[in-house]
């Protein structure tokens, strides 16, 4: 398929403009031995039908589950129909950055709306236009955190999402910091005993995700005191957005970040990305934050309208001294998150009952049957890690009748040998569980 | 227009929640009172009233499919509809990231291709497909850096950046802990030689450069450029955001570089979104390939599955594996362009370029008067001294025109920069349209300067004040 325009009496004319007789005259600044006759090993183009046939093909060898019962940072559940008409919108998705705001309202206020949603979510004043991510929302809030206070360490809860540990880990590496890591007690809580054994004058930061990844709620408030006691900030994360629709949110039990993945919000599983990292903050830190920002201003009428502020913060002002490389965000799908939140409006905190119920109910199941065990006594919300006799063999039988089982937590923790992490969301029904209890039996 | 938390109305909705088929349990059994909320103060609307806010809201918003997007530096061609179509197939979207490998073999596949094709078309030893967005791809490439030289065991400080370059080169550099040289351009626009023969020695970890640079030049002095920097055992980056200029023409590997960044919503055709999701592949040559971020995709016989086993990997930018969706669509692209497709694209990029080039040379100041390549950087200097009206005013102004303006203040070493960057998918009669209305703001300039200050006119809302957004802060709504 070719999208170009041009017409061969076109391009004629353009170069008679020019005075240029061919188009391969436009490249001589290229040296002649890095001139390229054609690009090697691309397949012959294909027309728009063709196209399809093929991602067809491909696609088809994708073989798409009957049930998730895996979260872990991915979480599956139902969208309403309005965000993706909403979100489809031409005006919205073929748009690049706001900088010119008169004739970039649209996306600016639902920005603007978003971050205002996001940050009561979260129990903080401020948020920003979003992330790349929610493991690289720690990690830029675990980097400002040390820029901030000029402190080379950073402890991080294991329970934190294994590949958030390790996200954390490369960009703390890059900034030459140091990280250590705090077990989790035995109630599947962050060990406070080690956090105040291993926290000192030198620690930046204190990372924690609430619920963790084991799915147990986290304690805010004391381990923010903790933190705090030695000067050290706490960067709260979360795991399944939709949880903030009955928990008591970190911002609110002191955390002075709030970052996590915000594709819970509207935002398809898409097998990992794109997704959205929510980044929300005590107000005293708007001005240190990274990422963009919408803010409300008026015109010359004094008519309410919004643009890109504060980016004097940002690196296109000032360069080597800015705290984050960040320019784009992940504007659509924070589009799709607004959209999403609107539209559940109260309803997030039904949504999130439903969610509790069903994990619960088959929490209960599960430890009916012989050899299986609560693994931590903490609460949860929609995801639970429980001891089974063989966890492998779970998942197997639960993968030949087409279920994506628990999350074996062997490999990430050698500790908890033949547990796993289930995830239940409103899209697994009651006899999609009953179903489950026989297929293990 | 009102925000939606003013439509807010008690007891609306616009999405109803299934009712439970388990047991409704007591929450305070469950979960101890001190960790629920008691608020919950989300937006309460009709699903009616929802779906006007945000289509009034999307007519408020301009984008490529409702006219020229000339911006320059982020490559704003058409977005075809097909790719939309296919990356929407549940196929592709309803996956979990940790769905097993046996189950993924289609998106394995397809990445697994992507990285291929990539590496064909920049000639480059191997790709990741995991950065999110150009300046993280940046970000991973001057990671892969620091490592490459941790691992020699050798302590090199500095990376040079030339005085043209995106604000992301510094900030990238800067997070790896490097400190930044800048590196002056010549009077042609291109690297100043003398200059990076003085600057470059074995303390410079690497140079990071864009080609064709930002004011749309080629480097024609690229061969000696990369002896230079490699003769002292440095490293070459590649910031491939103007990759729209070379694609089936000439090859960065080739010239050299050992690494280089791209965006797939710029140069491969995914929409920008608003402002993302992007994504922003990093090719390697074979000195970084050791580096690469994990995890890999490792094919073998009975198929392809993801590998954690690289002991000097970066490790992870990101969880899971990047924004497989847009990968999706930027692979659909490819493959419906096929290399003479690519190639011709290029092309008419460039002609599009020089043509506007030609045609408003005689109504605008060109700094750097040479054939461009993508894009091409104007100055308002003219209209600044004769007029008093600035480049940001004749931004205004083609708003009222129909236009989305261009780059302007931007690169930083070109005086009231105006930097267009028309692409291939637009028409002669579109470019020919667009110079008549610079032309027309040029001469309303000297005729009727204040309609241009005035401008735009024709907007929902006129000019911002951004002092007073960034005086007085107001980035969350609070209810009066």
Known sequence: MDYCPHTSDDIAQMLLTLGVGRVEELFADIPEKFRLKKIPDIPPALSEQETVALMKMIGARNQLPRLTLTGAGAYAHYIPAVVSHLVGRAEFYTAYTPYQAEISQGILQAIYEYQTMIAHLTGTQIANASMYDGASAMAEAAVLCGKMSNRTKILIARSVHPEYRQVVATYAWANGYEILEIPNAPTGQIDMDALAARIDEDTSAVLIQSPNFFGCIEDVAPIADAAHACGALLVAGFTDGTSLGILKPAGACGADFVVGEGQSFGNPLHYGGPYLGIFAAQEKYLRRIPGRLAGATVDKNGRRGFVLTLQTREQHIRREKATSNICSNEALCALAAGVYLAALGKNLRKLALLNVYKAQYLKARLLQMPGWAECFSSPVYNEFTVFCPDAQTVNEKLKKEGIIGGYELATDYPELESALVFCVTEMVSKDDMDQIIRILK | ?480
Not at chain 2, 9 to 29: H, K, M
Not at chain 2, 145 to 156: C, L, T
Not at chain 2, 383 to 396: L, P, Y
């Open chain 2, 1 to 480: 227009m009102e925000l939606i938390f003013e439509l807010s109305c008690p007891g609306r909705t616009a999405a109803d929640i299934s009712r439970s088929d388990v047991p409704e349990l007591n929450i305070a059994s469950l979960i101890d009172q001190k960790y629920l909320r008691g608020d919950l103060d989300l937006p309460e609307i009709s699903e009616l009233d929802l779906v006007r806010h945000y289509t009034n809201l999307s007519r408020r918003n301009f984008g490529v499919d409702l006219g020229f997007y000339p911006l320059g530096s982020c490559t704003m061609k058409y977005n075809p509809k097909v790719n939309e179509n296919v990356a929407a197939f549940p196929e592709f979207t309803g996956l979990h990231p940790y769905a097993p490998d046996e189950w993924a073999q289609g998106n394995l596949q397809l990445m697994y291709t992507m990285q291929k094709l990539l590496s064909h078309v920049f000639g480059m030893a191997d790709f990741t497909l995991q950065p999110a967005a150009g300046a993280h791809g940046e970000l991973t490439g001057m990671m892969m850096i620091k490592k490459y030289f941790e691992q020699k065991a050798e302590k090199r400080r500095l990376v040079l950046i030339p005085d043209a370059a995106h604000g992301t080169n510094p900030a990238s550099g800067a997070l790896c802990g490097f400190e930044t040289v800048m590196l002056r351009s010549n009077a042609e626009g291109g690297v100043d030689i003398e200059h990076l023969e003085s600057l470059m020695t074995e303390d410079v970890a690497a140079l990071m450069l864009t080609n064709p640079n930002t004011l749309g030049l080629f480097e024609r002095n690229i061969e000696q450029v990369a002896a230079i920097v490699h003769g002292k055992g440095g490293l070459l980056y590649g910031d491939g955001a103007n990759a729209n200029a070379f694609l089936g023409k000439t090859r960065p590997g080739d010239q050299g570089f050992d690494v280089i960044q791209l965006n797939l919503h710029k140069t491969f055709s995914t929409p920008h979104g608003g402002g993302g999701p992007g994504s922003g592949p990093v090719g390697v040559g074979p000195r970084l390939l050791d580096f690469l971020p994990v995890p890999r995709i490792v094919k073998k016989d009975q198929g392809y599955h993801w590998s954690e086993n690289y002991p000097h990997s970066i490790g992870r930018v990101r969880a899971f594996y990047g924004n497989f969706n847009v990968v999706v669509k930027a692979y659909a692209y490819i493959r419906s362009l096929g290399a003479e497709g690519l190639t011709r694209a290029t092309e008419l990029a460039v002609l599009n370029a020089n043509y506007i080039k030609e045609k408003l040379k005689p109504h605008f100041d060109l700094p750097y008067d040479r054939v461009c390549m993508h894009e091409c950087v104007f100055s308002g200097k003219r209209q600044v001294a004769e007029n008093g009206v600035h480049t940001s005013d004749i931004a205004k102004r083609l708003i009222d025109f129909g236009y989305h303006p261009p780059t302007i203040y931007f690169p930083l070493i070109v005086p009231e920069a105006i930097m267009i960057e028309p692409t291939e998918t637009e028409s002669k009669e579109t470019l020919d349209r667009f110079c008549d209305a610079m032309i027309a703001i040029a001469k309303e300039s000297k005729e009727n300067p204040q309609r241009v200050k005035d401008a735009p006119q024709s907007t929902p809302v006129g000019r911002l004040d951004d002092v007073l957004a960034a005086r007085k802060p107001d980035v969350c709504w609070k209810k009066i």
